[in-house]
């Protein structure tokens, strides 16, 4: 009885102070890099985006042009895919070089690429930035945070959590991602 009058004391107290102080740590903080993208809506930033929506509305679609978009722009990518294969994904964001060729044409037949002239050449400067993988463990995903300046999670629910309860190993990896975020 007094182990839990304590810890709820803390609690309470945690949750009763206000935030004056933070201030000048917050003035000394970096300053977040922007990135550009064509999803105009949408300001893309530092941090931990979580996307999720019914199946076929675009969210692979959004976070492969978010990989090609942070490549273009320098930063190294590492795309964790729970759902597609690995040549998918590659297939899908050479269409985004091509002005003729479906991700679907380039998937059923990967030597096309070279019929297009630059598509080849676009796709790998573009992949010098990328890792595509599938499958990642939480704690292999943590592990990469040290390699990688942006991690893309596709179809998060699918990765493996270790719990019987999924909604609770959900609730784990989310604090692990989050915590990444914020003690960089």
């Known amino acids: 009885k007094e182990a839990f009058k304590e810890w709820l004391e803390a609690r309470i107290k945690k ?4 935030d004056d102080t933070y201030l000048e740590t917050f003035k000394k903080r970096i300053p977040l890099k ?43 990518v590492l795309y ?6 690995k040549d998918q994904i590659i297939a899908r964001l050479a269409s985004r070089y091509s002005s003729m060729l479906s991700w679907e044409e380039i998937e059923a ?15 790998k ?9 599938n499958n990642l463990t939480p704690s292999e995903i943590k592990y990469c945070g ?15 959590n270790y719990e019987t309860d999924k909604v609770r190993g ?4 989310m604090d692990m991602l989050s915590d990444m975020t914020s003690n960089e």
């Open 15 to 18: 949750y009763k102070t206000f």
């Open 34 to 76: 922007y990135f550009k993208t064509d999803i105009p809506k949408i300001k893309i930033t530092e941090g931990l985006y979580v996307i999720s929506g019914p199946p076929g509305v675009g969210k692979t679609t959004m976070g492969i042009s978010l990989v090609d978009h942070f490549s273009q722009q320098g930063e190294s």
């Open 80 to 85: 964790c895919n729970y759902d597609l294969p």
């Open 109 to 123: 037949n990967p030597r096309v690429i070279t019929a297009e002239r630059n598509l080849e050449e676009s796709l």
């Open 125 to 133: 400067q573009c992949l010098k930035n990328v890792k595509v993988t």
């Open 146 to 160: 040290k390699y990688y300046s942006r991690i893309v999670i596709d179809y998060i629910q699918r990765v493996p």
């Open 170 to 173: 959900l609730e784990m990896l």
